[in-house]
């Protein structure tokens, strides 16, 4: 088999098993604890060793695509937020709300303490988008703070109330099964969250929402109106809310999320917070009535901003929230998309290939050996490459001749010598990689199945994820 070709699906392979190994690990964790102890150290095993093969089987020049993709991101994301920003009315200081300052909600903070402002109205509410760094900074964005060093900040006018902060709970929600991704994503939403300027308590309501929600609040009073059963079956019932930390405080109502202050990210946050809203029992009866009107469905409050996905990403996101699971923004979709696809496309390939090979159905030849090398790790002219078994040669298809070079000799039979005349499949599908035995067309298809499992796997809980259990 052609090392060229078939190792990056190798390392593919083996990166793919390392990550069902932690998953494995984290079930294990807390119950089995030798368990997860022999899975996590496996992980480490298989992802060290498949880093090393990465380096030393030439296929260096992948390690560029990842700098090349992160800024070619960055770069388009600053190119979209200076676009919608500029549609919207954002001239000025603005009018009401708070901004971050080193951790902590400041009323009358300059604004040039962040990065980005912008205030306009929308549906009858007065909305402020906020794009903050965690150490403060008024620098723009870099590479690394789009990786989490960056926080947006979206908040609503309100009648000027105490202060109520609601932090979900890691692990609450589904407390029998291991959730380590919205686990890290309510660590990282909250991590950033400012905290009002005020001195807080804790306040419990005396109900499973106490399990699922840590409150803190000014006015214990307030905090016992506010938190009616409808605000807790929202908060308890949405998905967007299990993620992210809402806070009351002065006129404003407002949560934070990691990452730029984006268009989508300002409307479809505020739309939460103006259900939110709604929902509560005002006692400035206009606030009410604005409340109460307000159109917060996707098509009234989003209209003609959901952007070229919508028909798709809209129904995908209702179906996900009606199983309990967190809605997808179109860049979440794109990324899980597109990795599914480089997944399962050269996964599937491989192991038709080697089906083929193992069926009799792949075209059969005769390779002539001309050069043959073999190396092992620690010999002179090998030190730092692992055993490779190399085989130069030809071989004749349908009346036209091929050379192949470098082929990688995986098969556990005889090493050819040089002048020997061997069997080999030729596989039909592109890349049309030579399989020299069975043995190496059934490694081969384990192979190829890996990556088909894990993209599956990731696409299925992309498009068709498990209701969350009650």
């Known amino acids: 088999m052609d090392d060229q070709l078939a190792g990056p699906w190798l390392i593919a392979g083996g990166y793919a098993l390392a990550l069902a190994l932690l998953l494995l690990g984290g079930r294990f964790d807390g119950r089995r604890p030798t368990a997860a102890a022999v899975s996590y150290a496996l992980c480490g ?27 070619a991101l960055a770069a388009w994301r600053g190119y979209r937020q200076k676009t919608w920003i500029g549609r919207l009315d954002g001239a000025g200081e603005p009018s009401f709300g708070v901004l971050p300052v080193r951790g902590i909600a400041v009323a009358q903070a300059s604004p040039e303490s962040v990065v980005t402002a912008v205030e306009f109205g929308h549906n009858g509410h007065r909305l402020l988008g906020v794009e903050y760094g965690l150490g403060g900074s008024p620098e723009p964005a870099g590479t690394g703070d789009l990786m989490g060093g960056t926080y947006a900040l979206i908040q609503l006018r309100t009648p000027v109330v105490p202060s109520v902060v609601i932090t979900p709970a890691t692990g609450a929600f589904e407390p029998e099964r291991f959730t380590p991704l919205e ?35 000014s006015d214990p009073e307030f905090a016992r109106a506010l938190l009616g059963t409808g605000v807790r079956d929202l908060l308890d019932g949405d998905p967007w809310f299990r993620v992210r930390e809402v806070a009351f ?34 006692e400035d009866a206009d606030f009410r009535a604005v409340a109460a009107g307000s159109d917060t469905s996707d ?25 309990g699971r967190q809605p997808l923004s179109t860049l979440s979709l794109v990324a899980r998309t597109v990795v599914a696809l480089a997944l399962v496309l050269p996964g599937l390939a491989l192991a038709v290939n080697s089906l083929t090979a193992l069926t009799g159905l792949a075209p059969e030849a005769r390779l002539t050996v001309t050069a043959t090398l073999r190396a092992e790790a620690g010999t002179a002219s090998c030190t730092s490459c692992g055993n490779s078994n190399l085989v130069d040669g030809t071989y004749e298809l349908d009346g036209e001749a091929h050379e192949v070079k470098d082929l990688w000799w995986m098969s556990f039979g005889t090493f050819p010598e040089r002048g020997d005349v ?29 990556p088909v499992l894990v993209g599956t796997l990731l696409a299925k809980a992309t498009y068709a994820p498990r209701p969350r259990r009650v």
Do not use: C
């Open 45 to 71: 095993i298989l992802v060290s060793e498949t880093s090393l093969y990465w380096l030393s089987a030439g296929f260096g020049w992948l390690w560029f695509a990842f700098p090349v993709v992160i800024a």
């Open 183 to 217: 686990d890290a994503r309510i660590t990282r939403n909250t991590v950033g969250a400012p905290k009002p300027d005020a001195l807080l308590e804790r306040f419990e309501t005396g109900t499973e929402f106490d399990r699922r929600f840590t409150v803190t609040t």
């Open 249 to 282: 405080h002065g006129g404003s109502l407002w949560a934070s999320e990691a990452g730029t202050l984006t268009e989508e990210v300002m409307f479809a946050d505020s739309r939460r917070l103006a259900t939110l809203a709604s929902t509560v029992d005002w």
């Open 299 to 323: 098509a009234g409050w989003l209209g003609k901003r959901q952007g070229p996905l919508a028909g798709l990403r809209g129904p995908l996101n209702r179906r996900r929230e009606a199983g």
């Open 422 to 450: 061997v069997d080999i499949a030729v596989t039909p599908l592109w890349w049309h990689p030579l399989i020299e035995g069975k043995d190496t067309g059934v490694f081969l298809l384990l192979i190829g199945l890996t």
